[in-house]
């Protein structure tokens, strides 16, 4: 008899990374509301009987969907804009989205919702990805509607594009309706933050749920951090060689998500936030045992607060322990064993028989697995690995599984590339078994400087934002001081500066004058300051255009400008000269500062009295 393969659950995608095209405001295309032909169901359902793709869920449907030819963009007085698009594929039980081009600069963001869910996705400039790809996840129904706001420091500067639609069509009664991702699990899975699993809580912040992306598909399965013997929190992560057999893997865009888990033992009925690191590399692998090692391209972030889980490669089998895992791509879930042996005989898998003894045979006396599950850590009931699941019966009832063994994983490769030894002892130390690792507290420092204008004196009363993995906000005293406290070291954080005041505060009819001066070519404004002072409409250029509206808000007409707040602030380390011009870029309304590393006390800020290019306006009201 052959056993079930724990297969990945896919869903065909195609990622792949094109030079994007800039948008146009006040614009509407012809696609402003996209229709998509739907596959053909019956005949993806008669070619998954026959190829035995049995947990595939969704289908590929071709697009070509940009902020350049698709949607209806709207402009907005204060100089951001809008873009909209509503995409219909006919028949879909949900859609899922695949970005070829994917930049959203500070300050915007994405929103993406279904009519037949109150729940919306959104997403910032912290979702942006090296390689610019993207995967939005699945909305639920036939339709999705995508929202992008731009603000004005920013406009035309994001990247949008879906190449590819994934269509939604496979449902299992009594189930999640996609059969895959949050809520999706069978009911007989307790959550891991159930009492059952309470003398297991370090390991389980080592099991991360892996999105993987391959040439024919996506698909889920589950990882757990492994420790080494040099014990320096290199991000390995032990999984399943089956996880990815047969497909073409895209390993630079495969995402781990950590902390993907309900807070206590009950399901939510909202999904869970987590966090999540994108690109690994294989480092070793092997058939027989079913293991593959990867190492992740970015260490774990101090906030993750992650755990390198230990190992024991002897070779008895545990008497009792735990699996912590993904089923199905749903959050975090707890199995547990009370008896486990040597499986003397070979097993014969769907995709080829593996050798006797490679496995140890897994009953559980809580819990089970399911697809979604594979390359899931079997844990001793010490907390420390004895190998990583393959397959075997699932379901709610007399479930057993078959694990590869460590012990055989370890060394009978004959290259690096074929065990573990080379990775998981690179001090050759010989040790039979590793404790965890935690990793370390996360570092804290501190950021801050001052506001002051451009002549020296302090800005009081602004608010300085800080927005990033802590969020925060500072309002400045007389002496026009901020400081942030307990930033997270290595983070990639934005701050941004403002303050209200009344529009006539410091602009009189002597700065109409100087700046028709500066216009006229008598005598220019003599600091980037100024200008950007003068450029009230924040046009990238000083006209007779920007005097009209200074004189507006002098005779009382306006009460705010239409393009620009009342006060602009810039860093004062910021280049105001070349491509950095006022009159060539436009100032951004966030300021970035990546891979944190000390504390900052000087990211002083020059604030800029908007119409006022004689420093006349008062700092300190």
Same mark, same amino acid.
């Given at each position: ?422 990775? !998981? @002892?690179?001090?050759?130390? #010989?040790?039979?078994? %590793? +404790?965890? $690792?935690?990793?370390?507290? &996360? ?66 009819? !002597? @700065?109409?004058?100087?700046? #028709?001066?500066?216009? %006229? +070519?008598? $005598?220019?404004?003599?600091? &980037? ?77 020059? +604030? ?14």
């Amino acid at each position: 008899m052959k056993l079930k393969l724990l297969l990945p659950v896919i869903g065909l995608a195609l990622f792949q990374w094109a030079h994007a095209q800039i948008a146009s405001p006040d614009s509407s295309y012809p696609n402003t509301a996209v229709q998509l032909a739907p596959p053909n169901v019956e005949r993806l359902l008669k070619a998954d009987e026959e190829n035995g793709l049995h947990s595939r869920v969704a289908a590929p449907v071709v697009a070509d969907i940009g902020l350049d030819n698709s949607g209806t963009w709207e402009a907005h007085a204060d100089g951001s804009a809008t873009w909209t698009c509503t995409v219909t594929v006919p028949g879909a039980l949900g859609l899922g989205f695949i970005y070829d081009q994917f930049y959203l600069p500070p300050g915007s963001q994405l929103e993406m919702f279904s009519p037949e869910e109150d729940r919306k996705a959104t997403y910032t400039f912290q979702d942006n990805q090296p390689t610019g790809h993207f995967f939005s996840g699945f909305t639920k129904g036939a339709t999705a509607q995508l929202v992008y706001r731009e603000p004005a420091h920013a406009r035309q500067q994001g990247r949008i594009h879906i190449r590819r639609v994934d269509y939604g069509y496979r449902q299992s009664p009594n189930r999640s309706v996609l059969n895959f991702g949050f809520g999706s699990s069978l009911d007989c899975h307790p959550n891991a933050n159930c009492d059952e699993g309470a003398d297991f809580r370090d390991i389980q912040r080592s099991v991360c749920r892996i999105v993987m992306v391959l040439e024919e598909g996506t698909g889920y399965c589950s990882g757990t951090l492994i420790n080494n013997t040099a014990e320096d929190e290199t991000p390995f992560v032990l999984s399943a060689f089956h996880c990815d057999e047969g497909y073409t893997p895209l390993y630079g865009m495969w995402r781990f998500d950590f902390n993907y888990e309900s807070e206590n033992c009950g399901n939510p009925s909202t999904e869970p936030a987590f966090q999540s690191l994108m690109g690994c590399q294989r480092r070793a692998s092997r058939r027989e045992s079913d293991f593959v090692l990867f190492e992740l391209v970015n260490n774990l972030p101090p906030n993750f607060e992650a755990y390198f889980a230990g190992w024991d490669r002897r070779p008895t089998a545990p008497p009792s322990g735990v699996m912590f895992h993904h089923p199905s791509g749903d959050i975090k879930k707890l199995s547990a064993f009370d008896q486990a042996q040597v499986h003397p005989s070979s097993i014969n898998w769907q995709a080829g028989a593996t050798p006797p003894n490679h496995h140890f045979d897994v009953d559980f006396s809580l819990g089970t697995f399911e697809q979604g599950s594979s390359g899931s850590a079997l844990f001793d009931s010490t907390g420390k690995i004895r190998g990583q699941l393959h397959g075997g019966f699932n379901g709610c009832d007399n479930t057993n599984a078959y694990y590869g063994r460590l012990t055989l994983s370890w060394d009978e490769g004959t290259t690096s590339a074929t065990r573990l030894m080379d990775w !998981l @002892d690179p001090a050759d130390t #010989g040790a039979d078994t %590793l +404790g965890g $690792l935690d990793t370390a507290p &996360p570092a804290t420092v501190s950021i801050g400087g001052i506001l002051a204008n451009e002549v020296g004196a302090p800005v009081a009363n602004a608010t300085v934002y800080l927005s990033g993995l802590v969020n925060d906000t500072v309002t400045t005293g007389a002496d026009g001081l901020y400081t942030f406290f307990d930033v997270p070291t290595g983070s990639v954080v934005g701050l941004r500066a403002s303050k209200e005041d009344d529009i006539q505060e410091g602009i009189s009819n !002597l @700065d109409l004058i100087r700046i #028709g001066q500066h216009n %006229l +070519g008598l $005598l220019s404004l003599d600091s &980037p300051y100024k200008e950007i002072a003068a450029d009230v409409n924040n046009s990238q250029s000083i006209s007779v255009l920007d005097q009209i509206a200074i004189r507006k808000a002098i005779l009382g007409i306006d009460i705010e400008f239409n393009s620009v707040d009342i006060w602009r602030f810039v860093p004062a380390a910021w280049p105001l000269n070349g491509s950095n011009a006022p009159t060539v870029t436009p100032l951004p309304d966030i300021f970035m500062i990546n891979n944190i590393t000390g504390n900052i006390p000087d990211f002083d800020f020059v +604030g800029i009295k908007s119409g006022d290019v004689n420093n006349s306006a008062d700092p300190g009201n």
